[in-house]
C-alpha cells in the first residue's frame, strides 16, 4: 500500500510564498515522475508542475517563474516552493507519484492540500 501524504496549505496574502511537501510512504519499488495539480471546485484539474526521475521539469505557463518543483528522491519527496502568489492560485493542491510498487506502472495521488490565497 503507497500513500502520499501531503503538507503545507494554508492561507497566505497576495504577494506571499509557500511551499508544498509531499512524502509518498509504503511498499515503494522505484518512481519515475512526480508531480503537482490543482483544483478549484466546477473546474478540471491542471498540471501545476512535474519533475522527472532525471531532474528536468516543466511548469505550467500561469506559473512559470514564480513556482519551483523539486525533489529528494531518497526521501521520496517532491516539493511546490510557490512565490509571489495571487488569487488566481487558489485551489486544492494534489501530489501525483507515478511508480511502481508490486505491480506494474501506477499513479497515485495524495488527498490534496487547501492553499488560499486573500487580503
Known amino acids: 500500500q503507497v500513500q502520499l501524504v501531503e503538507s503545507g496549505g494554508g492561507l497566505v496574502q497576495p504577494g506571499g510564498s509557500l511551499r508544498l511537501s509531499c512524502v509518498a510512504t509504503?511498499?515503494?519499488?522505484?518512481?519515475?515522475?512526480m508531480g503537482w495539480y490543482r483544483q478549484v471546485a466546477g473546474k478540471q484539474r491542471e498540471l501545476v508542475a512535474f519533475?522527472?526521475?532525471?531532474?528536468?521539469?516543466n511548469y505550467a505557463d500561469s506559473v512559470l517563474g514564480r513556482f519551483t518543483i523539486s525533489r529528494d528522491s531518497a526521501k521520496n519527496t517532491v516539493y511546490l516552493q510557490m512565490n509571489n502568489l495571487n488569487p488566481e492560485d487558489t485551489a486544492v493542491y494534489y501530489c501525483n507519484v507515478d511508480g511502481r510498487s508490486t505491480g506494474p506502472l501506477y499513479t497515485w495521488w495524495g488527498q490534496g492540500t487547501q492553499v488560499t490565497v486573500s487580503s
Open positions: 509504503g511498499n515503494i519499488r522505484s518512481i519515475n515522475g
Open positions: 519533475i522527472s526521475s532525471g531532474g528536468s521539469t
